[in-house]
């Protein structure tokens, strides 16, 4: 089976974690990351989870699954070591939710992909189930080639790309300069500053072709 990938903005949208073990630990983190409104329904939770609870990061329900807990989610993460309270929680879900399930995808309507995050980079890697170690290894192999450096470089980028946005220049030319500002030398943190400092002389630098 393959997916359709996207990107969703999860900011203060509920989300419901069922289960508060190593792999709900692993998608708390990253739903935290993401600014959504995060709920943890388990008895227990795991060292990892704690940090979050305390700073009020997330609410923790201490009990076991309802269906009630699960009414109002956008989003509906089975992630119990119990199969049979994962199959439930798929089943009380209405088909208007988006749902995982970490022990059976196949009753889920979504999976979790390794993702490399650098900056506004986002590099996500799936197999559709095929092998996620290999997925970690493909996410783990290209976070070299795009290292720390591309936060910086994503934020230099899309300042750029914002200001050409409102500047009265024709589309053509704002074309021809989002193209060259991928030129090599732009990734250095030096570049980046004299073009941000003085950026009107640098579009100048590459004026529009009157014939093109
Ligand atoms: C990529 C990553 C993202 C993440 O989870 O964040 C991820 N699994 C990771 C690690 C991992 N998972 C497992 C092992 C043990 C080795 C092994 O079994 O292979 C390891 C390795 C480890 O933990 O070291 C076991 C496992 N995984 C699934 C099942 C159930 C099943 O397949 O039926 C079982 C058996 C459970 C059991 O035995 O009961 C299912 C899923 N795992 C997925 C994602 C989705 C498919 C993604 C894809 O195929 O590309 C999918 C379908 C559903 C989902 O969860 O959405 C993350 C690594 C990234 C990172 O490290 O950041
Ligand atoms: N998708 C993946 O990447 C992946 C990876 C490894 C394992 N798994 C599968 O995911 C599941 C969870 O694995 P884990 O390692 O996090 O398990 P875990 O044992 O670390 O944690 C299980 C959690 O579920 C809670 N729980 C149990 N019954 C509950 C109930 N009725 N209501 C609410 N919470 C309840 C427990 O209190 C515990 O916090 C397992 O089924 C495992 O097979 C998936």
Partial sequence: MSHYPINLNLTAKKTVVIGGGRVASRR???????????????????????????????????????????????????????RAVNRKIAESAGSHQLVNVASQPELGNFEFPAVLNRGRL????????ASPILARKIRDSLSKKYDETYDAYLEFLFTC???????????????????????PKFHDPRMQEKVTAAFDSFINQYPEEPFA
């Fill in 122 to 129: 986002t590099i996500s890697v799936s197999t559709s189930g």
């Fill in 161 to 183: 790309r914002q200001r050409l946005k409102e500047s009265s220049i024709s589309l053509k030319h704002k074309n021809k300069i989002l193209h060259e500002l991928l030129d």
């Fill in 28 to 82: 708390i983190a990253s739903l935290v990351q993401a600014n959504a409104d995060v709920t943890v329904v388990s008895p227990q939770v795991s060292q990892a989870v704690y940090p979050f609870i305390r700073n009020r990061q997330i609410t923790w329900h201490q009990k076991v699954f309802e269906p009630e807990d699960i009414i109002d989610a956008f989003i509906v993460i089975a992630a119990t070591n119990d």
